[in-house]
């Protein structure tokens, strides 16, 4: 009997820490090791989940007494042109490291999340977007080639021009472990992008900003206070950005030094300390009020006033306050995205707020962006819009929680809407098998069998879909 | 009380470990019984077959130990308890000095609890959380005159324990040692025990005590006659037909 070195347990969550299991944490430097982890499982009858930086932030990349293929030490850069913006990379290299690779080069990933922690291998895996996505696409849009090593052992190369490439980049890690990516960057002229924010007074104001930006902006993003009520339901603030052509000062904002995060706020407060502060506030008054200064002071300071930010500033939303998850301790949070066609959006954006406030379980983060559809498996963009909701879980509200993104859920699906695995916490194997569709399943049943005929890739999302 | 989903029960074909692998069950959690009887086992697990996995295994086979802990854990899907139960009191006379009779005591009393909460310690303390229950006894307080190796095995697997509550507190996991006084069981069946608790009343209180990490007796009265038995002076004690 082969016997797993005990060590090697541990306990692995989800980025909300809602969603945990034990399993066996390997963490290869090499194809061959993948390889070897694939072997070890079939040995000891077990499952692999495939795990990028851990940021999916509910059951995507966990899985009980699986080996957990953490892909995070494989991060060599192989080749980088910088007459050409060409990158090609191990797959467990970070957001981060693209940027911090190509920047002084003037270049930039042309897709980017919140956070700049994700691996390249785990944001193909989910197929991540950015506040370009009704521009430019999601991440496997940007990707020339890549490298999967498949559970039967193959490695194969696949471009855009292969039907199987668009099944692996949003196949969620059940098909093959990507472990080479090369993808093209996008060219900047300078470090910063020219912000503009425009406070909205309620969803018409929102949705009516977001067209009106959308022909030129390179970017765009806003932010909803979800305990605005009636006629200020839907209020929140708008940003659009846009690349600067010309910067005189483009040799220095280029630079690395330019793009660091401040470590303190206003110069002197820690922001290391910040989550402790926040996690103080983090409940239905603090974030109401705090939702609502934040509105308040987005109506007075800076409205309609452009302004440049570095691409890191502007871009990684998410690492500018350390550890603000930690917030959510103890019980967690979930983040809940989703996705319907630009004419149902206002509708069903407004009602599930509207239901939120119903069940006194406001979302105290919600943030709304524009996309365009694709042609990816498990694609969940649409033409359309997204509204991403962070929930805290607490001791008692657990049950009412899920509830209620059951209730949203069917608004979301009644509108021919679709939900993102990445931020999945709550789909019901019925809700999933809607939004993707039989046919969706069947080509992947089809490349399943066929990549990984023993079944070995399994994750926590997986199982609670049934998709394995 | 503590919930568990998923525990391990070692000793589980009699007495107290049968009792406790009954009372988990019924309270949801799955958990595998461990013993070397197999039948005993296969009727245990045939109460709750949708809970109660069985896994016959002698505990003084300490190299499969290892595997077969991995293997249990595989199958419940997890791990959040593991009771050492496995306990060997054979019959010994006041003159009598027999290392046959002694060696199973320590083989199943102490080196069998160490290769199975040895695995137990690894996985929690890699997880930083569990519990990890050992059955001690009352005898193991002192050294006494009818059972010199029984008391020697459960003192050993009480300072075992504690040690591994040291290594393990700043885990996050808990080491529960419990000290049951008489109980009435296959073991202790030969001693004719007056006023012995019985065994499932004797897991209801393991079972209580075992979301508090420390030392238990289940009995106040235990308690405090063991806090003054232990400080009874050598010279005292030696006299006495305790």
């Known amino acids: 009997m082969t016997v797993l070195d005990p060590a090697r347990i541990a306990r692995v969550s989800g980025f909300g820490f809602t969603a945990s299991a034990d399993g066996y944490v390997y963490r290869p430097t090499s194809v061959d090791e993948v390889r070897r982890v694939f072997e070890l499982a079939r040995e000891t009858g077990r499952h692999v989940v495939l795990r990028g930086a851990g940021r999916s932030y509910g059951d995507a990349n966990i899985g009980a007494e699986a080996l957990v293929l953490d892909c995070q030490r494989m991060r060599r850069v192989l080749s980088w042109d910088p007459a050409s913006g060409v990158l090609d990379v191990e797959a467990g290299a970070t957001i981060q490291d693209l940027w911090k690779i190509g920047l002084e080069d003037g270049y930039w990933p042309p897709v980017v999340s919140g956070t700049m922690a994700p691996t390249l291998g785990g944001a193909?895996?989910?197929?991540?977007?950015?506040?370009?996505?009704?521009?430019?696409?999601?991440?496997?849009?940007q990707v020339l080639d890549l490298d999967v090593l498949t559970p039967a052992g193959?490695?194969?190369?696949?471009?855009?021009?292969d039907d199987d490439f668009y099944a692996v980049v949003s196949g969620a890690g059940l098909l093959g472990a990507i472990v080479r990516v090369r993808i093209k960057l996008k060219e900047v002229h300078s470090g910063d992008v020219r912000v503009l924010p425009v406070a909205c007074r309620n969803w018409d104001e929102q949705f009516r900003t977001f067209e009106e930006y959308?022909?030129?902006a390179d970017y765009?993003?806003?932010?909803?206070?979800?305990?605005?009520?009636?006629?200020?339901?839907?209020?929140?603030s708008f940003h659009a950005a846009w690349y600067l052509a010309d910067d005189a000062s483009a040799a220095a904002t280029l630079r690395l030094d330019h793009q660091e995060l401040p470590d303190t706020i206003l110069g002197f407060f820690p922001k290391s300390v910040v989550w402790r502060v926040l996690r103080k506030l983090n409940n239905r008054t603090g974030m109401h009020f705090l939702n609502w200064a934040k509105y308040k002071a987005g109506t007075v300071l800076g409205d309609g006033k452009p302004l440049h930010q570095s691409l890191v500033a502007f871009s990684f939303l998410l690492d500018f306050v350390p550890n603000w998850q930690k917030a959510y301790e103890p019980y967690g949070f979930i983040q809940y995205q989703s996705f319907v066609p630009r004419e149902q959006a206002p509708r069903v954006f407004a009602a599930q707020v509207r239901l939120q406030q119903e069940a006194r379980l406001e979302s105290y983060l919600g943030v709304l962006k524009r996309h365009r559809p694709d042609r990816f498996l498990f694609r969940h963009a649409v033409d359309g819009y997204s509204l991403a909701l962070d929930f805290k879980v607490t001791r008692g509200n657990r049950e009412r929680l899920w509830n209620l993104c059951h209730r949203m859920n069917d608004l979301v699906l009644e509108a021919g809407g679709r939900f993102y695995f990445a931020k999945d916490s709550t789909l019901r194997p019925q809700d999933a098998s809607a939004f993707l569709g039989e046919e969706a399943l069947a080509r992947f049943r089809e490349v399943k069998a066929r990549y990984d005929p023993d079944a070995l890739l399994t994750s926590g999302l997986a199982q609670r879909l049934d998709l394995v | 009380m503590t919930e568990y989903r998923a525990a391990i029960v070692v000793g589980a074909s009699s007495g107290i470990g049968r009792e406790i692998v009954r009372q988990l069950a019924a309270r949801g959690c799955r958990v595998a019984a461990v013993a070397r009887r197999a039948?005993?086992?296969?009727?245990?697990?045939?109460?709750?077959p949708d809970r109660i996995l069985a896994f016959s295994h002698d505990v003084t086979d300490y190299d499969a130990v290892p595997?077969?802990?991995?293997?249990?854990?595989?199958?419940?899907?997890?791990?959040?308890?593991v009771v050492y139960a496995s306990g060997a009191m054979p019959e010994v006379g006041a003159h009598e000095y027999d290392f046959a009779k002694d060696r199973p005591m320590i083989e199943v009393n102490v080196l069998g609890a160490i290769a199975w909460l040895n695995q137990a310690a690894i996985r929690f303390e890699n997880?930083?959380?569990?519990?990890?229950?050992g059955i001690g006894s009352v005898a193991g307080d002192r050294g006494r005159c009818g059972q010199p190796v029984y008391n020697a095995s459960k003192a050993c697997l009480?300072?075992?324990?504690?040690?591994?509550?040291?290594?393990?507190?700043?885990?996050?996991?808990?080491?529960?040692?419990?000290?049951?006084?008489?109980?009435?069981?296959e073991m202790t069946a030969h001693l004719h025990l007056k006023g012995a608790m019985p065994a499932a009343e004797a897991a209801r209180r393991i079972l209580a005590k075992s979301g508090k990490t420390g030392e238990h007796y289940l009995k106040l009265g235990h308690r405090v006659a063991f806090y003054i038995i232990k400080r009874i002076p050598s010279p005292i004690f030696r006299r006495l037909k305790v």
Request: charged share 25%.
């Open chain 1, 154 to 161: 193959d490695l194969l190369t696949l471009t855009p021009d």
């Open chain 2, 39 to 48: 039948d005993r086992l296969a009727e245990l697990a045939a109460e709750d």
């Open chain 1, 124 to 141: 193909l895996g989910m197929n991540i977007h950015g506040k370009n996505a009704y521009r430019v696409g999601t991440l496997g849009d």
């Open chain 2, 67 to 81: 595997g077969l802990f991995q293997e249990i854990a595989h199958r419940l899907g997890g791990l959040d308890l």
């Open chain 1, 220 to 236: 765009m993003v806003s932010w909803v206070d979800c305990f605005g009520r009636g006629k200020q339901a839907g209020r929140g």
């Open chain 1, 214 to 216: 959308e022909p030129d």
């Open chain 2, 158 to 185: 009480a300072t075992y324990l504690e040690a591994l509550r040291n290594r393990l507190a700043r885990h996050g996991v808990r080491v529960v040692t419990i000290k049951p006084g008489p109980v009435q069981s």
């Open chain 2, 127 to 133: 997880t930083k959380r569990g519990t990890i229950v």
